[in-house]
């Protein structure tokens, strides 16, 4: 298999992350392809450019970081990242983890914008969404849990603290402090930090 990906991206970090977790690891080949430079082998396999983006050994084409770590779980049979066989509470982490990236990203198109040209009513709705989501995260994530929930939360604090350090600087979110600190020593959480 292949994954395309960026060295920044928290989706695509969710799903390093969920591969080597599932034993998976080594049977895939990591493809970096920043969709900005718009590469032509990523344009070949997903239609709508973005990473991360998971190729089959068919060739088939896997999109949406939620629906690849659902995949690549299914395939290795390996669920000890779900509390339970649908583990639908860590996926109900995971949607709004991935909400709390999914917002710093686009604040982060925004705010890479010639500054005449930035929307600033747009920048300060982005901020609030992204205060009130990781508050929301902090007040339902179990900072000593290690799952697909809190993996996603990683990624996503660990994404906002890259691109937005002065906003996260002043949320208060003393569980997603814990959670980092917590995963911190573990080689893959080291191994894909983004950058
Ligand atoms: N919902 C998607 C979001 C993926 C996403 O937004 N990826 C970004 C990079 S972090 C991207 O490819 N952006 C390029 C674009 O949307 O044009 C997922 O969970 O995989």
Redesign the pocket.
Known sequence: MKLFY?P?????RKCRIVAFETGLVGKIELVNAP??ENPPELIAVNP?????TLILEDGRSV??????CSYLIAMSGNKSLYSDDLGLEERRLEVFA?GA??VA?KLRYELIRPIGKQFTDNITRLQNHIKRVLEFLDSEVNPDAYNLGTIATLCAIDYNDLRHPDLTATINVPNLRTLQRNMAAKEIVKTTAPQ
């Open positions: 960026a920044a991206s928290p989706f695509a969709p900005s709508i450019v973005q990473i991360p999109i949406g970081s939620d629906m690849i991935d990236s999914e990203v």
